[in-house]
């Protein structure tokens, strides 16, 4: 039986933020060009801006919608997007540390970056101990700042994991109180030879995933334009003519199978982004006639954001090994040849030449390196018993700050639905 603290009683369900992804109906009709879009249509959340909501509308594309004129398709969904806004609200001042992160903080920004905040939380000790499963994130409804609490922010670092690491070690890390200056003190307790795989050997198996990724999606542009031309075709026919144009990777007798099962997977995966009603051959036949299917965006994960981002965590994974120390801003010819990837100035198959000749680089660093092999546990330990340890203090003595007497107050206990 899973138990959760609720305290949601106080949200309006109606004006509670949807994160992005949300399923929705909408809730009026809606005039979009020359077309009608009657209420109860189906989308999902894309995007948000000052109360606005950009809904993926499936068969037509984004269309704009304020709040109260969307309401999510499952309860489920509506739950969860009132215990993220009730936990942000509570805890958002038990925020110990923060940075901006991503492009800002590698030198990698231009005038489209997004500004992504990270960083840490604790809880107050009344919200620990019990029955209760207190949040382990807090995550802005627009998905652009997050916070770890700092048993997660720790667990995640002694893994290796990029994303935490840089946290910890950007220059615009600041601590907000003297727990977040714990953390940032004990930071370098988390580094180790781990950094050769979480980093390096990480970022080549994604580019490895995208290059297949670039693949499938051009074989879905594939399938897309032959039912745009002949919207009679059968799942057979276009799996032979997947398997007549491209180069499957399949035993003899196989391929053909193997061809039906990606188109099968393709319309699926496109009923789950919200572009097709149904997961089927005839939704996908009907997505092919539209005018939405003319522009169609790449996958969220071909973006050339993500190329860019993973080799440069080879390069940071080769230096931080190298010199032991960290090395996340980026600059000279290296930075200008990340800037030409993030512009989509260089094919994909060539990033990844690119990150594949640097294979001997990583692999010297990390024969060469002083960093330990594995980091301080002990450390990194004692280092949570101490955060865990002032917060009971606070609450305890009655401390005046958010861990003392001006403490969120504990929401009710309740039986999260089955």
Not at 86 to 97: G, I, Q, S, T, Y
Not at 232 to 253: F, H, N, Q, S, Y
Not at 349 to 371: G, H, K, N, Q, S
Request: proline letters at 6%.
């Amino acid at each position: 039986m899973a138990l959760r603290l609720s305290g949601l009683d106080h949200l309006d369900p109606q004006t509670v933020q949807l994160p992005y992804g949300t399923e929705v109906t909408t809730r009026v009709d809606r005039d979009h060009g020359a077309r009608r879009i009657p209420s109860g249509a189906i989308g999902r959340v894309v995007a948000e801006q000052d109360g606005t909501y950009e809904i993926q509308i499936i068969g037509i594309g984004p269309v704009a919608y304020v709040r109260s004129e969307l309401l999510p398709r499952k309860a489920g969904q509506l739950r969860f997007a009132m215990r993220r806004a009730a936990d942000w609200e509570a805890l958002r001042p038990c925020v110990v540390l923060e940075a901006t992160v991503g492009s800002h903080a590698w030198g990698l920004n231009d005038e489209h970056s997004d500004t992504d905040i990270r960083g840490a939380f604790v809880l107050p000790f009344s919200w620990t101990g019990g029955l209760g499963e207190p949040p382990q994130d807090l995550i802005s409804a627009d998905g652009s700042t997050a916070f770890w609490e700092a048993e997660k922010l720790i667990r995640q670092a002694l893994r290796g994991d990029p994303n935490t690491l840089e946290l910890l070690f950007v220059d615009t890390a600041r601590a907000l109180d003297p727990l977040g200056e714990w953390l940032l003190e004990s930071r370098d307790a988390f580094v180790s030879q781990l950094l050769y795989g979480t980093f390096g050997r990480y970022a080549l198996s994604q580019l490895h995933k995208l290059q297949q990724a670039a693949r499938l999606a051009e074989h879905r542009a594939q399938v897309i334009a032959w039912l745009r031309q002949d919207p009679e075709l059968t799942l057979d026919d276009l799996a032979a003519r997947l398997v007549a144009a491209t180069e499957i990777d399949a035993p003899k007798g196989q391929a053909e199978p193997r061809a039906r099962d990606y188109i099968k997977q393709l319309y699926g995966s496109m009923h789950d982004q919200g572009l097709l009603p149904h997961s089927d051959l005839a939704s996908l036949r009907a997505f092919a006639i539209s005018a939405e299917a003319a522009t169609l965006d790449l996958p969220r994960e071909l973006r050339p954001k993500n190329a860019y981002n993973l080799l440069r965590l080879i390069g940071s994974a080769i230096a931080w090994l190298r010199t032991g120390q960290p090395a996340l801003r980026v600059d000279g010819a290296f930075r200008d040849e990340l800037l030409a990837i993030k512009r989509g100035e260089v094919r994909l198959d060539e990033v990844l030449r690119r990150a594949e000749a640097r294979i001997p680089e990583l692999e010297d660093a990390r024969r060469a390196t002083r960093l330990p092999k594995e980091p301080d546990l002990a450390r990194a330990d004692a280092l949570l018993r101490r955060l865990r340890e002032e917060a009971a203090r606070r609450w305890i003595g009655r401390v005046s700050s958010v861990f003392g007497s001006d403490a969120p107050q504990l929401p009710a206990l309740t039986k999260e639905p089955t």
